[in-house]
């Protein structure tokens, strides 16, 4: 159950991040590593907007970025963290606890310390590298998993699942819906956006609103119509029926 709470909370910190910045930030690739009983995997990716991440040398995961060639294009490292939203399930764990948000009931712990690498979840960005066409994920110099960035865009004219307008334009139109709001002012309402988030959207809506004005008029003017040819009708019903 954490594990799904978990990935609610990745998604709540995607949309936090597309909210947020503005128009100057950058691209980023936006996912998520699992890992069980050693096997590891890299899915959820996505091209997001965001500030740019400090690059770390200092941990013992590696994430790269490499091109066609397996040149390493973009390299960070990173230390294996797992978020438990629910503190109540947590066994007593003591000094590993590292960091409490009330507002989420979020604990950070130690993963590896803790539990080992059992199971266990992380999101995460890096830059996004248009030339690169792989993500890895390593530990020391042995890879644990990839992802190949080619399923960010496959140029068949329709917007799949880890597609949107940010990695995948020939597929992905801005005007259409493609999961991921583009909230700066770029003269398109994007449909993915809340109301009131994208503010190329306030002209769309006020023409969509209705005139009430307009409304109460265009009734009132009905209603007189309808009496005025009612009158006619029963004025020559009575005088046909005088006669």
Same mark, same amino acid.
């Given at each position: 159950?954490?594990?799904?709470?978990?990935?609610?909370?990745?998604?709540?910190?995607?949309?936090?991040?597309?909210?947020?910045?503005?128009?100057?930030?950058?691209?980023?690739?936006?996912?998520?590593?699992?890992?069980?009983?050693?096997?590891?995997?890299?899915?959820?990716?996505?091209?997001?907007?965001?500030?740019?991440?400090? =690059?770390?040398?200092?941990?013992?995961?590696?994430?790269? @970025?490499?091109?066609?060639?397996?040149?390493?294009?973009?390299?960070?490292? =990173?230390?294996?963290?797992?978020?438990?939203?629910?503190?109540?399930?947590?066994?007593?764990?003591?000094?590993?606890?590292?960091?409490?948000?009330?507002?989420?009931?979020?604990?950070? =712990?130690?993963?590896?310390?803790?539990?080992?690498?059992?199971?266990?979840?992380?999101?995460?960005? =890096?830059?996004?590298?248009?030339?690169?066409?792989?993500?890895?994920?390593?530990?020391?110099?042995?890879?644990?998993?990839?992802?190949?960035?080619?399923?960010?865009?496959?140029?068949?004219?329709?917007?799949?699942?880890?597609?949107?307008?940010?990695?995948?334009?020939?597929?992905?139109?801005?005007?259409?819906?493609?999961?991921?709001?583009?909230?700066?002012?770029?003269?398109?309402?994007?449909?993915?956006?809340?109301?009131?988030?994208?503010?190329?959207?306030?002209?769309?809506?006020?023409?969509?609103?209705?005139?009430?004005?307009?409304?109460?008029?265009?009734?009132?003017?009905?209603?007189? @119509?309808?009496?005025?040819?009612?009158?006619?009708?029963?004025?020559?019903?009575?005088?046909?029926?005088?006669?």
């Amino acid at each position: 159950m954490w594990v799904n709470k978990a990935y609610c909370l990745g998604i709540l910190v995607l949309l936090a991040m597309s909210s947020a910045y503005a128009q100057s930030t950058e691209k980023l690739l936006f996912f998520r590593i699992s890992w069980n009983e050693g096997k590891y995997v890299i899915d959820d990716v996505k091209v997001i907007l965001g500030e740019v991440p400090e =690059v770390s040398y200092e941990e013992e995961y590696l994430i790269k @970025l490499k091109d066609s060639s397996g040149n390493t294009l973009y390299q960070t490292s =990173v230390r294996k963290i797992n978020m438990q939203l629910e503190v109540s399930e947590i066994p007593d764990i003591g000094d590993y606890a590292v960091a409490i948000d009330e507002n989420f009931a979020q604990l950070t =712990v130690n993963y590896d310390e803790v539990f080992g690498t059992k199971e266990g979840q992380m999101f995460l960005v =890096v830059p996004y590298v248009e030339e690169a066409s792989s993500l890895v994920f390593q530990h020391g110099k042995i890879k644990l998993a990839e992802y190949p960035l080619k399923k960010l865009c496959n140029n068949n004219g329709i917007c799949e699942q880890n597609e949107n307008y940010l990695s995948c334009a020939s597929d992905c139109k801005p005007d259409e819906k493609d999961g991921y709001c583009i909230r700066f002012k770029d003269d398109v309402c994007d449909p993915d956006c809340a109301y009131g988030i994208d503010p190329d959207c306030e002209k769309k809506h006020a023409k969509s609103r209705p005139d009430i004005f307009k409304l109460l008029r265009d009734k009132i003017s009905y209603i007189i @119509l309808f009496i005025i040819i009612g009158s006619i009708i029963a004025y020559f019903y009575f005088v046909k029926k005088r006669k």
